[in-house]
């Protein structure tokens, strides 16, 4: 019988054979918690249920918004 050791991410559960490239793809996830976020809103007629048309999130050191889109 052949043991076999993998390295999960834990942000997006891709397995490595490498511990070190795991750890690598989970330094490269941005997380939320750090992040500023804004939505854009429309009235109650336009836009019952009340949530944002967008939401644009800035992470932690960095100055570019990123615009996400329902």
């Known amino acids: 019988m052949v ?3 993998l390295y999960t991410c ?3 559960n891709t397995d490595y054979a490498d511990k070190e490239k795991a750890m690598e793809c989970e330094k490269n996830h941005k997380v939320l918690g750090t992040a500023t976020i804004m ?3 429309k009235s109650l007629k336009s836009i019952p249920d ?3 048309t967008k939401i644009k999130v800035k992470f ?4 570019k918004w990123i615009e996400y889109k329902r």
């Open 60 to 63: 932690m050191g960095s100055d």
């Open 50 to 52: 009340g949530c944002p």
């Open 39 to 41: 939505g854009d809103y």
């Open 10 to 12: 834990q942000f997006c």
């Open 3 to 5: 043991t076999k050791t």
